[in-house]
């Protein structure tokens, strides 16, 4: 099953139809994957978009892993295979991490992620279903310059899975309405002791 991005746009509309009152522009805040899909609808309804809020997102850099297991029918099927038999996938994180070519921030995660049976299931089905939430690292900068959109990109200083120089590179030139904040800590950005930094860079 799918989720085309189209669907989500039409469940925005529904939902602001439903609401009169409200604003006639939106925000949109995104976190890791999330931050991924709010990046898509940027490039489609740029008009709509009021401020754009991104923590740790996937998006302004692809892996070519990801690339590969969900746009490709080959690499679909060798990634359905290991969410179902995930013995070879964590031999060869192993010994990646032992001979330094993975770092242990990657390898600890990849592990907390991926142990229990129900999490690969669900990690599969999110995945495939995302995948027409694609980005255009260009286009995005465009619609930002041209559309004057304030966005406000959040990472974590220890973040190894989406690192602050995806971040740090994708302002070079915007950088009178994207703003970047550093926070001491890893991927995980949504804890209460960010809470407050994260609340004063929407609000600005």
Request: with cysteine.
């Amino acid at each position: 099953m799918t989720f085309e991005p189209v669907e989500l746009i039409e469940i925005i509309d529904a939902i602001s139809k439903g609401f009169p009152q409200m604003h006639s522009k939106i925000y949109l805040l995104g976190f890791s994957m999330g931050g991924r899909i709010a990046l898509s609808l940027l490039q489609m309804i740029p008009a709509k978009i009021d401020k754009i809020i991104l923590l740790a997102p996937d998006g302004l850099h692809i892996s070519k892993w990801y690339w590969l297991a969900t746009q490709t029918g080959l690499g679909n099927a060798l990634f359905r295979f290991t969410m179902k038999y995930p013995g070879w996938f964590f031999g060869m994180m192993h010994i990646g991490a032992k001979i330094k070519l993975i770092s242990p921030g990657v390898y600890k995660f990849s592990l907390s992620s991926l142990h229990d049976k129900e999490l690969r299931e669900s990690l599969y089905i999110r995945w495939t279903a995302m995948r027409r939430f694609t980005t255009n690292f260009k286009k995005i900068k465009t619609l930002v310059s041209i559309n004057k959109i304030p966005m406000r990109l959040i990472y974590g200083e220890y973040d190894h899975i989406i690192r602050k120089q995806g971040g740090q590179k994708f302002r070079i030139g915007i950088e009178a309405y994207c703003h970047l904040l550093i926070l001491p800590c890893g991927h995980h950005i949504l804890q209460e002791k960010n809470l407050q930094a994260i609340v004063r860079l929407i609000g600005e």
